[in-house]
Every structure is written in C-alpha cells, then in structure tokens.
C-alpha cells in the first residue's frame, strides 16, 4: 500500500519547521540513543547575518498575495515542489485573497537568528544533506554526519572538507566550468555526466578570500568567453574587451599597461616572437577520485543496501504499508484505521515532520 498526503492533514499551517529525528526502523527497535547526525535538517545559506551554511526553516507564502495565512492543498514530494514555482497550490485566508486558490511560494529562512523581517532569507543549499544512510566520502571514505550529494545519476557522496579541499584545489588550477546558463562552477569528481552545480551559493562553503578568487576568476572567463583578453601585467588582470581585427590593447581602466592582444606581451610592430611556457598545475591535478572509493560513496545504493525502506508497519494497526515514491506523508488504507504517520519518524504525522523532512 502506499498513500500521499491528504488534503485534510497536507493543509496544515506551516508556523513551526524545526529539527525532528531520522532515525530508522532498526535503530528505533534497539531504542539506541540518539546522537547528533541524526537530526534532520534542511541546510542554507545565510547571507544576511550569519554569512555561512546553517540550518533552516522551511517555509511557505502565497504566491499572488505573500501572505503567509495560506494552507497547502497538497504536500510537497521533492526538491523540485520547493524550488520550482507554481507546482503546488494553496487555499489563501488573506483579505486580498480572501480563501482563493493560489499558487504557494516556498522559501527558506536561517535557523540560527532571529528573522528580521519578510525580506530575510536564505539559499537552499539542497545537495547538502543529513548522512542518516551513513554513506562513506568517495574522497576519504570516512562517514561524516553531513555530506553534500552531487547531482549525477550516481549520487555520489563527498563529505564537507573534501568538498573544500576539491574546490580548492580546482580553483588553484583553474579547472573550474564556465557554463552560460550555471554560471562558474563545477562537476561530480568522479567524472560523471550532467553532473554540475546548479546552485552556486555551494561554494560558499570556500574561505572568503578563496569564494572572492572564485568570484574574480568566473568574471574573467565571462570575458575570455566573451571574445575579450585579460591585462597581462602581474598584479592587475583587467578584463579588457576588444575590437575585432584589433591587436593593439591599452589597459585604460586598469594599469594603463599596452600590449599585444595575440602574444600579451608589450605592443610591438611585426610578428609576435615565441614564448616559451613552462609547465602549470594544469598538467598535475592536485585532486584525484578513486573509482573503487566512488563505487561505494553512492546515496541511493546506500538506500537499497544499508537501510531497508521497502515495508514499514503502520505505528497504529501495524499493516505492511510500501512506499515506492511521493512525500513522507503516509496514511494507512486500512478503512478501519486511516492513521496519518510519517514515514521516517513512524510517529503520528505533525508539523514538524512537515518543516524538516516533508519531501525526504
């Protein structure tokens, strides 16, 4: 059996998203004690006060109005029910509104401070999850209790430093992707395919002077991408865009330097001279994937293999219930029972579930 969330119970108002426990069945069977890594938390960046990835609170508006008295007419079932607009609809109690339907508005706002108000929010930083399935990092196969989940068909899990240390060393090399519609960023380590960062604000997770050189080295490729030149002086590295058929440049807003858009070195007149170009990191990268190690740092093998989630009993009459997609939000289709439980927790379904773990 499986069951979504119903209109009745998926409606309720959204005032409390707290942390709850992800725990599973086992672990509660054994009444093991519960630690930290198995707090369940959405994770963002605060850029207003905290500046850095805490934890958040889920929270939802109406789209037309951004009232926040407005009551979902279902649940969300995945990130993309969050981020993507107009996916789920809500019935709306504002004056403006007055109980229409409406389209809802998710958004997110940083655990750790007091909200300042209806324009204090936070990024999602949704590849950054809880490890409750205890995936090892396919870097230092060490298992940490937060690790960021790449975007590839794989899965494949880094946990936090080797996340640094990856972006790091990539932008020490340069190796960073610019992509038109991403922006600078860059893939699964391991090399999968349609794998790149999407949300760029990942890369906060970088030192401020490293996230300030990325910054500066994703407006340059823009203007090497763009058919421009970067000022070839040490110490300035203007983006200078040129005039086609132009090989005379003069770095006007920069160091005043003038060169040779062909060879960056001074102008000259007649053909550039060789330069010869020793070798650069470009040729020894500093950051390496073993594939043994990515073969088992991946998060829905983890999911098959390490935490049983095909059949859960319903905590109230204890019928096999299978979940097989769709939100944690379960209702037991047994007529005599109907008991609304949440499918991490198999406790009685709440508001909390819904702010922490709704989708997964």
């Known amino acids: 059996m499986q069951s979504a969330g119903s209109p009745s119970e998926g409606s309720m108002p959204m005032c409390e998203t707290l942390v709850d426990l992800q725990l599973t069945l086992q672990e509660r069977e054994d009444n093991k004690t519960v630690n930290e890594k198995n707090k369940a938390h959405f994770y963002v960046y605060c850029g207003s006060s905290c ?18 008295a407005v009551t979902v007419a279902r ?29 809802c508005q998710f958004y997110f706002r940083c655990a750790d401070h007091i909200s300042q108000g209806e324009e204090d929010e936070a990024v999602a930083l949704y590849l950054i999850k809880n490890n409750i399935k205890e995936v090892p990092c396919l870097a230092c196969t060490d298992v940490s209790n937060t690790v960021l989940v790449f975007p590839c068909s794989e899965g494949h899990v880094t946990c ?11 932008l020490r090399e340069r190796r960073f992707h610019s992509d038109k519609n991403l922006g600078y960023t860059l893939p699964c380590p391991a090399g999968c395919d349609n794998s790149f960062i999407e949300e760029t604000h990942h890369f906060r997770l970088l030192s401020e002077e490293e996230y300030a050189q990325y910054q500066r080295f994703g407006a340059e490729e823009f203007v090497l991408q763009a058919g421009g030149v970067l000022c070839p002086q040490p110490g300035c590295g203007m983006g200078i865009l040129v005039d086609g058929g132009c090989t005379k440049v003069a ?39 073993d594939p043994g190690r990515a073969a088992q740092a991946r998060w829905d093998e ?59």
């Open 51 to 68: 500046h850095g990835m805490k934890a958040g609170k889920l929270r939802v508006r109406c789209g037309h109005c951004k009232s926040g």
């Open 302 to 360: 983890a999911s098959k293999v390490a935490i049983k989630v095909t059949t859960k009993p319903c905590p109230k009459c204890r019928t096999p219930t299978e979940r097989d997609g769709g939100c944690m939000h379960m209702i037991c289709t047994r007529p005599q029972c109907g008991f609304h439980w949440c499918w991490v927790c198999q406790t009685p379904w709440s508001r909390d579930c819904m702010g922490s773990h709704w989708f997964g």
């Open 75 to 103: 649940d969300p079932c995945c990130w993309e029910d969050v981020l993507t607009p107009d996916r789920v609809e809500g019935h709306c109690e504002s004056t403006q509104c007055n109980g229409q339907l409406r389209f």
């Open 160 to 170: 936090l430093d080797c996340f640094r240390q990856y972006c790091s060393s990539r």
């Open 251 to 289: 770095c006007v807003n920069g160091c005043g330097f003038v060169f040779c858009k062909n060879c960056l070195q001074g102008y000259h007149i007649g053909e550039c001279q060789d330069v010869e170009i020793g070798a650069t990191a470009l040729e020894q990268p500093s950051y390496s994937v």
